[in-house]
Structures are given as structure tokens and as C-alpha cells.
């Protein structure tokens, strides 16, 4: 069985306390698109949790996105505004609303290399 730390919210705590989040596929927050996300957010003095939520399409394929939670929605907005990404719902877009269901979407999978400023780094992207 897997422990917390103490200091870690669990998922539902996040989603409740934290509930405006934003949504990028899980390869565009890697290398040094983390720098830059954390760059941008410290330079704002923006708070952000993170989590990671399980993609699934009509079509079967899955990927993992990163969801950056956050407490004040005008934060969330200069996020997307910055980022781009999805506006993510925990209470509408998780399967029946769990905090750990899959996130179902719609239509065909896509993958995403280019988003705002981020890029997925040449070791992911075969």
C-alpha cells in the first residue's frame, strides 16, 4: 500500500480546495517546459497543485495529462492565457466525479507537440 506524505493533499481536498485547473498533455510539462512553467508562476507568485488525470478518447487511445490546479480562477485564466491548454471541470469531466476517474473525451485522439510556448522535447516525440 502506498502512503502520502502529510504534507500532500489528497486528491479530493485538491479538487475542492483548488477546483479552476487546467489541463496539458503530461510530455508538454517535461524538460524544460517545467522550468518555464515554474518561471512563470514564481514570477507571479501564483500557488498551483498538480495532479495527473488519465485521457481517454472515443476511439480507445489514452494519454496522461497534468491538470495545475489552482485556488483563484484569475490565476487559472493567466495560466491558459500564457499556456493554453483545456479548462478542466473535476466535477463534470471525471467519470461519475470521482477524483481518481479517467477524464472521457470526445471524438478522435490528436496528439498535441506545440501548445503556446511549450514544446514536446525530441527524446518524446517518436
Known amino acids: 500500500m502506498v502512503r502520502r506524505s502529510r504534507g500532500i493533499p489528497t486528491p479530493t481536498i485538491i479538487d475542492r480546495e483548488m477546483p479552476h485547473q487546467v489541463a496539458l498533455p503530461d510530455d508538454l510539462c517535461t524538460d524544460c517546459n517545467y522550468t518555464l512553467i515554474m518561471r512563470f508562476l514564481g514570477e507571479r507568485g501564483i500557488s498551483c497543485r498538480t495532479r495527473a488525470v488519465i485521457a481517454v478518447w472515443d476511439d480507445g487511445k489514452q494519454e496522461q495529462w497534468r491538470l495545475h490546479c489552482f ?3 484569475a490565476a487559472a485564466a493567466a495560466f ?4 493554453g491548454g483545456i479548462v478542466f471541470d473535476p466535477k463534470r469531466d471525471r467519470e461519475n466525479g470521482r477524483a481518481r476517474g479517467a477524464w472521457r473525451r470526445q471524438g478522435a485522439y490528436e496528439r498535441i507537440l ?11 516525440r517518436n
Open 114 to 124: 506545440e501548445l503556446g510556448p511549450l514544446s514536446v522535447p525530441e527524446a518524446l
Open 71 to 73: 485556488a483563484d480562477p
Open 80 to 83: 491558459l492565457d500564457h499556456f
